[in-house]
């Protein structure tokens, strides 16, 4: 199958797909912030440069996009079917470059969540997800609050 747009057209769309506070990305925050959660951003001092640092909490948090970092079982992350073999070699490159960075920082000693892009719709599975992950500390943080 071949692309519906220009080879200039899918250049101009490309470039506009943000590596940074992508809209995911800022939901968490969000999340976090109300949970009464404090933190760094984008810590490039930081293997894989997370999109969420709790230095307190020794935790890194990726906020992956579906088709970016092939999530499995999820209608975003199939590959397409017009250049398949670059698109195949590109993902499989980031899903190195993602378990690289998880084990850099496991021996570092940070605990590491993934979120994804499917994942952060729905807000109270998000939370939920945070309050298993970070335990009493989620209580401690005000995660109780529902607001």
């Known amino acids: 199958m071949t692309d519906k ?13 943000r590596n940074k506070n992508t809209k995911p990305e800022l939901v968490v925050r969000s999340i976090l912030h109300r949970m009464g959660f404090r933190f760094r951003i984008h810590q490039r001092t930081l293997p894989g440069t997370p999109d969420i640092v709790l230095a307190r909490h020794r935790t890194a948090i990726f906020v992956h996009g579906c088709f970016w970092h092939s999530h499995a079982n999820c209608r975003r992350g199939r590959l397409p079917t ?28 940070y605990r590491v969540l993934v979120l994804w892009e499917c994942e952060v719709k729905d807000e109270e599975s998000v939370r939920g997800k945070l309050r298993r992950h970070f335990g009493e500390k989620a209580v401690l943080h005000g995660a109780a609050v529902t607001n």
Do not use: Y
Request: glycine share 2%.
């Open 82 to 109: 017009s250049r398949s073999d670059f698109w195949e070699a590109k993902i499989r490159r980031n899903i190195e470059r993602d378990s690289v960075a998880e084990a850099a920082l496991d021996s570092l000693g």
């Open 5 to 17: 747009l220009t080879a200039e057209a899918r250049s101009a769309l490309m470039s506009r797909v």
